[in-house]
């Protein structure tokens, strides 16, 4: 199994097969357009433009599941990324990243690399997840860990 075994709606409603990234180094990330973390987009978004072109995507995957900080229709989400923060990286249809109804990506990507004491649970909005060119989950990154700070760990794993 790998990250591209799975399928996606985008915010248009179109399935997406993750399969359309193999070869490239992904970093997964659930968001949400009114948390304290909000700003993380525009990181997000440099980090995409960075390395695009070094076979480098950023995916996102809205969730309303933390404080309820994601309650746009995929219309409202798109615009507020792309009126407030210039968001052109993939995103996602809203999903669940915990319990039942999690998302089967994101129940792949917390076995994969659990979180602190071997949690499987998301603690909260923009969670990040890299993922190398193979598909494989190779770190979790906490929602304080910022964009910039990855940026070395990224470079590590496209070169």
Not at 45 to 57: E, I, S, V
Not at 115 to 135: I, M, P, Q, Y
Request: proline fraction near 5%.
């Amino acid at each position: 199994m790998s990250v591209y075994d799975y399928q996606a709606n985008t915010l248009s409603g179109q399935e997406e097969s993750l399969s359309k990234y193999e070869g490239k180094v992904l970093l997964i990330v659930n968001t949400a357009s009114k948390c304290g973390f909000t700003p993380q987009y525009e990181g997000l978004q440099k980090l995409y433009d960075t390395f695009k072109d070094r076979g480098f995507a950023v995916l996102g995957f809205p969730s309303n599941q933390f404080a309820s900080q994601e309650p746009g229709s995929s219309e409202e989400i798109q615009e507020f990324c792309r009126l407030n923060y210039g968001v052109s990286f993939p995103m996602y249809e809203k999903i669940d990243v915990n319990g039942d109804n999690a998302h089967p990506l994101y129940k792949y990507l917390t076995k994969e690399a659990p979180g602190a004491l071997g949690s499987k649970s998301v603690k909260w909005n923009f969670t990040k997840f890299l993922v190398d060119r193979e598909g494989r989950v190779l770190k979790r990154f906490a929602p304080t860990t910022t964009p910039e700070s990855i940026e070395q760990e990224i470079k590590t794993v496209l070169d």
